[in-house]
């Protein structure tokens, strides 16, 4: 009986290469069973199986020999097998999703707006800034300027982030971190997404602010207060510095409040 082919990781644990199970499941499940025996002789820890789409039948198998799902992706299954008779110690899968705002206001003193096509009866005809999640890999600041530019067409440029909101037990039961950052919007015309927008616009701010939604909601109008405080530089936001770091060797964005020009008044209040 043969091992399955896999390698080690740093915390004791072994994943199971992919690429090179078994093709027959009566094979798979003779092998993975004894491997299962042998790396718990050789005091291995976390077991990682990633199981590609076209291998699923070999879900019910692992399952059988105790495996348990850790996540999923349009490609693949990942289950784990915790082997020492003591508390888990795997890493639980991504616990939050991540939101974006774009605060955009044009030199007129008007707000780019948006009316989302699908939303809550309750949010029905509410004028709100462009919002959506980033990608995998996107850094905070590019994904506002992607979703502005997807959802309204504008071009901007960022310049900070004002505040960020973390609630929970949303989607999913998965918490959330949503990033509200001002813009500074580089063109005028709009092109409206129809899969998502019913209709985009540049609204008056006092318009905007006078929404009975936006009044009456502390929240969206806590946001509101922030951006135009900033507007007025009686508040500053976190600007990006891409910085390495020796821990993981990488090149990656830092956010935070530098007071580096004379003008600036930042009270913070």
């Given at each position: 009986?043969?091992?399955?082919?896999?390698?080690?990781?740093?915390?004791?644990?072994?994943?199971?290469?992919?690429?090179?199970?078994?093709?027959?499941?009566?094979?798979?499940?003779?092998?993975l069973h004894f491997s299962l025996s042998h790396w718990k002789i050789t005091g291995k820890k976390g077991i990682w199986l990633k199981l590609?789409?076209?291998?699923?039948?070999?879900?019910?198998?692992?399952?059988?020999?105790?495996?348990?799902?850790?996540?999923?992706?349009?490609?693949?299954?990942?289950?784990?097998?915790?082997?020492?008779?003591?508390p888990c110690m795997l890493p639980a899968n991504a616990t939050h999703q991540v939101g974006v705002g774009g605060f955009v206001i044009n030199?007129?003193?008007?707000?780019?707006?948006?009316?989302?096509?699908?939303?809550a009866p309750s949010f029905f005809g509410l004028w709100k800034i462009p919002t959506g999640f980033i990608h995998e890999s996107e850094e905070?600041?590019?994904?506002?300027?992607?979703?502005?530019?997807?959802?309204?067409?504008?071009?901007?440029?960022?310049?900070?982030?004002?505040?960020?909101?973390?609630?929970?037990?949303?989607?999913?039961?998965?918490?959330?971190?949503?990033?509200?950052?001002?813009?500074?919007?580089?063109?005028?015309?709009?092109?409206?997404?129809?899969?998502?927008?019913?209709?985009?616009?540049?609204?008056?701010?006092?318009?905007?602010?006078?929404?009975?939604?936006?009044?009456?909601?502390?929240?969206?109008?806590?946001?509101?207060?922030?951006?135009?405080?900033?507007?007025?530089?009686?508040?500053?936001?976190?600007?990006?510095?891409?910085?390495?770091?020796?821990?993981?060797?990488?090149?990656?964005?830092?956010?935070?409040?530098?007071?580096?020009?004379?003008?600036?008044?930042?009270?913070?209040?």
């Amino acid at each position: 009986m043969k091992v399955l082919d896999a390698f080690d990781d740093e915390y004791g644990g072994v994943v199971v290469d992919s690429k090179n199970l078994p093709k027959n499941s009566d094979d798979f499940a003779s092998a993975l069973h004894f491997s299962l025996s042998h790396w718990k002789i050789t005091g291995k820890k976390g077991i990682w199986l990633k199981l590609p789409l076209e291998r699923s039948e070999l879900v019910p198998i692992a399952v059988k020999e105790g495996f348990q799902y850790h996540h999923a992706e349009p490609a693949y299954v990942m289950l784990t097998y915790w082997l020492p008779e003591e508390p888990c110690m795997l890493p639980a899968n991504a616990t939050h999703q991540v939101g974006v705002g774009g605060f955009v206001i044009n030199d007129k003193n008007e707000i780019l707006v948006v009316q989302e096509k699908f939303c809550a009866p309750s949010f029905f005809g509410l004028w709100k800034i462009p919002t959506g999640f980033i990608h995998e890999s996107e850094e905070i600041y590019t994904g506002a300027v992607r979703e502005v530019k997807e959802e309204t067409g504008i071009d901007t440029e960022f310049i900070e982030v004002v505040a960020f909101r973390h609630a929970h037990n949303l989607a999913f039961d998965k918490s959330d971190l949503f990033f509200v950052c001002m813009l500074k919007p580089l063109s005028t015309q709009i092109i409206v997404d129809d899969l998502e927008i019913q209709a985009a616009k540049w609204m008056p701010l006092l318009e905007f602010v006078k929404q009975p939604l936006i009044e009456g909601d502390s929240m969206f109008k806590k946001i509101i207060d922030i951006c135009i405080a900033r507007l007025g530089k009686r508040y500053c936001g976190l600007s990006k510095h891409q910085l390495v770091s020796k821990f993981d060797g990488r090149l990656s964005c830092l956010y935070y409040n530098v007071i580096d020009a004379a003008d600036v008044n930042c009270r913070g209040n």
